[in-house]
């Protein structure tokens, strides 16, 4: 039986529906392929490349495998699940906050089961660190633990307690600080180098120390305060000394200056006075009877001053055989 249907001829029997005529199978078949084909490429190009900004790194895994690390840039992978890629933060640093918490507003919520401990002398402190680390290795830090962020947090708490613990109260709230700051950092990297968490430390400071009550808060200010006045004290001193030290050198110099002058001169009178006894004693050796009366004339000139001496140059007692000693030795 045919049937005619807006110019379609259409047959029926058999208990089959009508079918036009002009329907092909095979063309439609084809044509279902052909735009299947083209869905899947425009899927498989979309779905090819994938970018990575300055401060990440990609991990490519294919099928289910590490099998590339890529830096910044557009990169290419095979499509349909072939290639998964994750990004890693590994150019930022971040940060744990262990005794507080803060928002964008710098509002600070202190957590006391974080910061409370106890220190080696058996006193109870409160304690806030702040904490910076950084992805070193994105593999790692992706599939060698589950939470390496939860691992690291936990890790510091312990070493800090340990660290804290094995302090005195003194040395956690005033001058102790930067120590137990490098003992915890020392002590986290070598157990993060063991872990290999891909997670590595940068610093760790104590944001905050200070007793759990108001009247050990003011004493231990108070202790501060006195620290610092006495600094001061230190430093005037320094000062007051700086300035007078070069006054006190130059004064001393000029003493030791003086000093050499004065033993230089000493020194040369000396050999002055060896080279007249040297010469002395070479006149006398060739004439001691007239160097021995010259020396007993001279003694006598300056023992009595104001006496006249005549020589006798006779070999009586004649006077007019004296001669006066002033005409001999220049005298008047």
């Known amino acids: 039986m045919e049937i005619k ?14 079918v036009p005529k002009s329907f092909d199978p095979r063309k439609f078949g084809k044509g279902f392929v052909v735009g299947l084909l083209a869905v899947l490429l425009i899927i498989g190009i979309a779905t090819s490349f994938y970018t990575v900004d300055d401060k990440q790194q990609a991990v490519v895994t294919t099928f289910g495998k590490v099998t590339d690390i890529t830096d910044a ?21 971040q940060k744990i906050e262990l005794g507080y918490t803060s928002d964008k507003n710098n509002q600070y919520v202190t957590d006391t089961s974080e910061s409370t401990m106890i220190t080696g002398d058996y006193n109870i402190v409160n ?33 800090v307690r340990n ?18 700051q490098m003992q915890v950092r020392e002590l986290v990297m070598e157990i993060l180098a ?10 760790v400071r104590i944001q905050d120390s200070e007793p759990p009550t108001k009247a050990v808060v003011e004493a231990f200010k108070a202790v501060e305060t006195a620290k610092q006045q006495a600094e001061a004290v230190v430093n005037d001193a320094k000062a007051y ?7 006190a050198k130059a004064e001393a110099d000029k003493l030791i200056q003086n000093a050499e002058y004065l033993k230089q001169k000493r020194i040369n009178e000396a050999k002055e006075k060896v080279a007249m006894f040297t010469a002395l004693y070479e006149e006398f050796a060739r ?17 009595l001053p104001g006496v006249k001496v005549y020589i006798n140059t006779g070999n009586g007692n004649s006077v007019d055989m004296l001669l006066p000693l002033e005409s001999l030795i220049g005298g008047n």
């Not at 990169?75 to 072939?82: A, E, N, Q, T, V």
């Not at 304690?127 to 994105?138: N, T």
């Not at 109260?169 to 120590?179: F, I, Q, R, S, Y």
């Open 127 to 159: 304690v806030d660190f702040f904490v910076e680390y950084k992805i070193s290795d994105p593999v790692a830090f992706l599939y060698a633990s589950v939470d390496p962020e939860m691992i690291l947090k936990n890790l510091i708490q312990s070493q």
């Open 241 to 247: 000394q700086n300035a007078k030290l070069p006054s």
């Open 73 to 93: 840039g557009v990169h290419f992978k095979l499509p349909f699940g072939i290639q998964k890629v994750q990004t890693v933060d590994v150019h930022v640093y």
């Open 287 to 303: 004439n001691p009877e007239i160097t021995r009366s010259r020396m007993y004339y001279e003694a006598i000139s300056r023992i």
């Open 5 to 18: 249907f807006n110019g379609a001829s259409y047959s029926s029997g058999g208990g089959q529906s009508p």
């Open 194 to 203: 063991e872990y290999d968490i891909g997670l590595s430390l940068v610093d």
């Open 163 to 180: 660290v804290v613990g094995s302090s005195t109260v003194d040395a956690v709230l005033t001058d102790g600080k930067e120590n137990i």
